[in-house]
């Protein structure tokens, strides 16, 4: 009897840290972030109203975000960021980190088509081992007459904004029908979210 109850009350309380840890996660990591922009924003309001309203920064982050959205989908405001975006270009250090992030950014942004072309499965990082990956762009290596057409495959080692570019051929490229939104949850879920049927597709050029 004691040995049932046991074991009831250990499924029970796995059962409650599986709902639990998620919700505790995403509430430090949301609380975290909150306080990380109003403590940029928050010393600036209180030195000009000469009071501390928690909050603050907070708001008015979220306010130029929206303001820089509305801005950036008119063919003037776009103007006018391409050159600030020039200005930001020109600097040196600047340079090299802004095109970097700019560029990691756009390849999961939604209106970006020309990242991601296809969610793959790839034999990596050896032979009998498979990875999701992210087909990018495709590269001809030449060699004295010989050409050799590779497609360049993006596969996240860290949640999703890390990663590995592999070079392989197309007959190592397994091309599936899944949407790459849907790719990328199947990666953030840490592949929880993955189909229990994989279709393959088509291959596509890069």
């Known amino acids: 009897m004691t040995g049932s109850l046991h074991i009831?009350?250990?499924?029970?309380?796995?059962?409650?840290?599986?709902?639990?840890?998620?919700?505790?996660?995403?509430?430090?990591?949301?609380?975290?972030?909150f306080k990380f922009i109003d403590?940029?924003?928050?010393p600036l309001f209180e030195f000009i109203l000469g009071k501390h309203f928690a909050g603050l920064g907070f708001i008015t982050a979220i306010l130029i975000v929206f303001l820089v959205g509305i801005i950036s989908t008119n063919v003037f405001g776009k103007k006018i960021l391409g050159l600030i975006e020039k200005v930001f270009l020109k600097i040196p250090v600047f340079k090299s980190i802004y095109t970097a992030v700019k560029q990691?950014?756009?390849?999961?942004?939604p209106e970006d088509k020309s990242a991601f072309k296809k969610f793959v499965i790839v034999e990596y990082p050896r032979?009998?081992?498979y990875a999701y990956g992210f087909l990018t762009k495709e590269c001809v290596v030449k060699s004295h007459e010989q050409e050799t057409i590779?497609?360049?495959?993006?596969?996240?080692?860290?949640?999703?904004?890390l990663g590995e570019i592999v070079?392989?051929?197309?007959?190592?490229?397994?091309?599936?029908?899944?949407?790459?939104?849907d790719g990328i949850k199947i990666i953030l879920s840490g592949g929880t979210a993955s189909p229990s049927k994989i279709l393959e597709s088509?291959?596509?050029k890069a």
Not at 39 to 42: E, R, T, V, Y
Not at 104 to 109: C, E, G, I, M, P
């Open 104 to 109: 990691l950014v756009d390849a999961f942004s």
């Open 167 to 181: 070079l392989l051929d197309d007959k190592s490229i397994i091309y599936t029908d899944i949407p790459i939104e």
């Open 8 to 33: 009831n009350f250990k499924r029970k309380f796995l059962a409650g840290l599986v709902i639990t840890i998620p919700a505790v996660i995403t509430i430090f990591i949301t609380v975290s972030f």
């Open 202 to 204: 088509k291959k596509e």
């Open 39 to 42: 403590g940029i924003l928050g």
């Open 150 to 161: 590779l497609k360049a495959i993006y596969i996240p080692t860290n949640n999703l904004y």
């Open 127 to 129: 032979s009998g081992a």
